[in-house]
């Protein structure tokens, strides 16, 4: 999964890997998927940005196929590595918030 999402009642918060060069921003486009962007996070030793947004309750479904489409155009120009790294950041962020949730 590349993505990670915190639910409320009229909206989800969505925390998500992308490319410093937003590829997901066509997806939401083709989805028309209205996006709140409010936080970007970069490491430099990294490829990807972690990348935070919030969309309307009404969206979810069709925000989790752009996420889905978004894994597969990451793997046709060339990041073979996006699932992976998703997977362990995204394992990792959970972990943590299990820690602070405690």
């Known amino acids: 999964?590349?993505?990670?999402a915190f639910n409320s009642l009229l909206?989800?918060?969505?925390?998500?890997?992308?490319t410093p060069n937003y590829s997901a921003?066509?997806?939401?486009?083709?989805?028309?998927?209205?996006v709140k962007f409010s936080e970007e996070f970069v490491n430099k030793d990294e490829k990807y940005i972690l990348v935070s947004c919030k969309v309307r309750r009404k969206y979810r479904a069709a925000f989790k196929t752009a996420m889905e489409e978004l894994s597969d155009k990451m793997a046709l120009i060339g990041h073979s590595d996006y699932d992976e790294f998703c997977e362990k950041l995204?394992?990792?962020?959970?972990?943590?918030?299990?820690?602070?949730d405690s």
């Open 1 to 4: 999964m590349n993505y990670i």
């Open 11 to 18: 909206s989800s918060r969505y925390f998500y890997a992308d």
């Open 25 to 34: 921003d066509s997806l939401f486009y083709r989805h028309k998927i209205p």
């Open 90 to 100: 995204f394992s990792k962020l959970k972990k943590e918030a299990g820690r602070a």
